[in-house]
């Protein structure tokens, strides 16, 4: 399967604390896309790392890829309770047209208050 | 911002049920996706387009076909709907940029119940 694995499946931690979770894949990638979900809703694109990067900032976000390795991790600084939601991390697969992307099983992360 | 405007947010209906489910999008985007998901299994891509009336196969399109007629609307179509196929569904729409798959967009999600 081309799917990503992330790790931990479920990650709980108290407000404040730092959040990190990792996704490993197993092909080539043009790029690799981070996506969060609240409860019952769709997807929200958080960040996107390109292949040559190794890592990139979003205001608390920070994404770094290891192509070597094959794996990135997102890491969510100074967490707090509207964090709480599931992290997919999806890649875009060199070989792959017509933008597709494909997707993990997902961390749920929950922050408690 | 991108809009994804997915039909219901709940379904209701009944095994053997022809069922269709509507996406719309509003930033003229390429690509338009199908995916369902399952507590524990992720998201699973079930059909997708990459332009008007083109449709490729996703990992699990038995039991499942697509329209796309005009640019802007996907619609999923359930021939005979089991049991098998309550999940939530979700679209998603994204720009075509050649080999560099873009983020997607995504609606929130249809929770489709076959009784």
């Known amino acids: 399967s081309q799917q990503g694995e992330e790790d931990p499946q479920a990650l709980s931690i108290q407000e404040g604390e730092n959040a990190t979770m990792n996704c490993s894949y197993k092909?080539?990638?043009?790029?690799l896309q981070w996506y969060r979900q609240n409860s019952g809703r769709g997807l929200v694109h958080l960040i996107l790392i390109r292949s040559n990067e190794r890592e990139k900032h979003s205001g608390r976000l920070r994404v770094t890829l290891d192509t070597s390795k094959k794996s990135s991790s997102l890491l969510i600084t100074a967490s707090r309770a509207a964090d709480t939601a599931s992290y997919f991390c999806a890649t875009a697969d060199r070989g792959s047209t017509l933008g597709r992307l494909y997707f993990g099983r997902g961390t749920q992360l929950t922050v408690w208050p | 911002d991108v809009k994804v405007t997915q039909s219901s947010r709940y379904l209701v209906k009944r095994t053997g049920e022809k069922v269709f489910l509507e996406c719309v999008q509003d930033m003229d985007h390429e690509n338009m996706f199908w995916y369902r998901q399952d507590p524990g299994l992720g998201l699973r891509l079930i059909y997708f387009s990459y332009d008007v009336k083109m449709k490729e196969k996703g990992d699990i399109p038995e039991g499942y076909s697509v329209s796309r007629e005009k640019k802007e609307r996907f619609s999923l179509i359930l021939e005979s709907a089991s049991t098998n196929q309550t999940s939530m569904y979700l679209c998603a729409s994204s720009a075509n940029r050649g080999r560099f798959s873009q983020p997607q967009h995504f609606g929130d999600g249809t929770r489709l119940s076959i009784l």
């Open positions: 092909t080539s990638i043009n790029n």
